[in-house]
């Protein structure tokens, strides 16, 4: 008996020394963590400073447009997007006329973009991401995403609110992307499948990192695509771009979003 008690008391000796040092590694982390996430922070706030214009409220439930940059470093001019039109009302026995991103459209006539970027915010099922995907569409976009050069299809599901708008077009964007979270996993199969052909002088995924998307988990393919193949200058319409991140990767994407702000300011 002497010796079952010696051997369990050491025992739990073990296990408490092993949970102590785990715990200290986690608070070490937490800890790299912290300081990572206030530097994007510190990133953020700098950015804010400087370029007022472009702060919103983040909700993480968010859609949002770059409108563009055009002019130089104190100069915005025409936007690559000024704002969108209901050309004709959709029918009133449709589902989209009882969307109230759709109604409330109809009701102002025109939505402007007046800064570089712009947010929707509402909550679920009011048509943000509707609207922005009949923007897409309408600028010449894959309804499932990536560039205006994409032309995969795998369920033809978008609604037809493009044909009822309008945009209004200013300068012509260098690049564009639109990101549309819950069909990147096709956009991805779509670039595996692309770059099979052997006459390709460039793989497609060169331009995302040179890792297949497929092979990463769904946050680092989604920041493979925010690091790797934006450049600026460039209408970028992105739909729930934070539904893959944890929260403190939602911070990298909106570091990574005031990069490219900064760039295009700096070199337009």
Wanted: with cysteine.
């Amino acid at each position: 008996m002497a010796s079952g008690y010696k051997f369990s008391l050491q025992k739990l000796l073990e296990i408490r020394e092993e949970k102590e040092e785990e715990s200290k590694r986690l608070f070490t982390e937490s800890q790299r963590q912290k300081q990572i996430t206030e530097n994007e922070l510190n990133n953020m706030r700098d950015s804010y400073d400087k370029y007022k214009g472009m702060h919103a409220e983040l909700p993480y439930d968010m859609r949002f447009i770059t409108t563009g940059f055009s002019g130089g470093a104190h100069m915005i001019k025409n936007r690559y997007i000024s704002n969108v039109k209901m050309a004709t009302p959709p029918a009133a026995d449709s589902y989209l006329a009882s969307l109230p991103a759709v109604r409330c459209l109809s009701s102002m006539g025109q939505l402007s973009f007046d800064a570089p970027v712009t947010f929707f915010v509402g909550e679920n099922g009011t048509g943000k991401s509707t609207l922005l995907e009949a923007i897409a569409v309408s600028y010449g976009f894959n309804p499932e995403g990536g560039t205006r050069n994409f032309n995969f299809s795998t369920q033809d599901s978008h609604s037809s609110l493009y044909e009822h708008i309008q945009l209004g077009r200013g300068d012509y964007p260098k690049d564009g992307y639109f990101l549309r979270a819950e069909s990147f996993y096709n956009l991805a199969s779509n670039i595996d499948e692309l770059d099979q052909y052997p006459d390709r002088s460039r793989h497609i995924i060169d331009s995302y990192g040179g890792v297949s998307l497929h092979r990463q988990s769904h946050g680092e393919s989604f920041l493979s695509l925010i690091h790797n193949r934006f450049g600026g200058n460039g209408l970028y319409l992105l739909d729930e771009p934070e539904a893959a991140l944890s929260p403190s990767r939602i911070l990298t994407l909106i570091a990574g979003c005031m990069n490219w702000f900064n760039r295009t300011l700096s070199f337009s």
